[in-house]
């Protein structure tokens, strides 16, 4: 079994910083993407960051410059370091990675975390 842990989240002011991580455990052989979401209320959830197994990143219009989004292989971890926030960055941040387990070889599944709220606000 798979799970992804989040952690980091809470309450910061406008223009504060957080460090979200996100540790995958499990029977893995290898993860591939993994990435940051976030869904508000009545909102479809919307790709926040993404990162590839080789440190390719790619962010959503409306955090680029603000979030860095980076993976440590040997923890399977991934780190989401938000600064500048905004009270729009409000919402339940959830881990998502394509992971291949050991006995499952050649099958990508892809995984999410239970979410972790973010709260910007003064």
């Known amino acids: 079994q798979v799970q992804l842990v989040e952690s980091g989240g809470g309450l910061v002011q406008p223009g504060g910083s957080l460090r979200l991580s996100c540790a995958a455990s499990g029977r893995i052989f290898g993860i591939y993407i993994m990435a940051w979401w976030r869904q508000t209320p009545g909102k479809q959830r919307e790709m926040v960051a993404r990162i590839t197994s080789g440190g390719i990143t790619q962010y959503g219009d409306t955090v680029k410059g603000r979030f860095t989004l980076s993976r440590d292989n040997a923890k399977n971890t991934v780190y989401l370091q938000m600064n500048s926030l905004k009270p729009e960055d409000t919402a339940v941040y959830y881990c998502?990675?394509?992971?291949?387990?050991?006995?499952?070889?050649?099958?990508?599944?892809?995984?999410w975390g239970q979410g972790i709220q973010v709260t910007v606000s003064s």
């Open positions: 998502n990675a394509d992971i291949e387990q050991l006995d499952m070889r050649g099958m990508r599944n892809n995984y």
